[in-house]
């Protein structure tokens, strides 16, 4: 968790370190925190759809079907 925090605080656009943090926040039980991931995502960059994407995997994770289908 460390090393994603850290690549995220020096590229905070990363691709990877951003899905990583989202996979270990949902794997933690942490939805709020993963959410905050992936909202944040869409607010920097709300031309890019990586933000609803990662939103949608964590609906996934959560077995939100319907919140999933809306996000993707």
């Known amino acids: 968790v460390q090393s994603v925090n850290r690549a995220l605080e020096r590229e905070p656009d990363?691709?990877?370190?951003?899905?990583?943090?989202?996979a270990l926040n949902v794997a933690a039980e942490k939805f709020d925190a993963a959410y905050a991931v992936a909202r944040g995502?869409?607010?920097r960059r709300p031309q890019s759809g990586l933000g609803f994407?990662?939103?949608?995997?964590?609906?996934?994770?959560?077995?939100?079907?319907?919140?999933?289908?809306?996000?993707y």
């Open 41 to 43: 995502v869409q607010k």
């Open 14 to 22: 990363n691709v990877e370190a951003l899905r990583r943090a989202v």
């Open 53 to 71: 994407e990662l939103a949608g995997d964590i609906d996934m994770r959560r077995k939100d079907w319907a919140a999933a289908t809306t996000a």
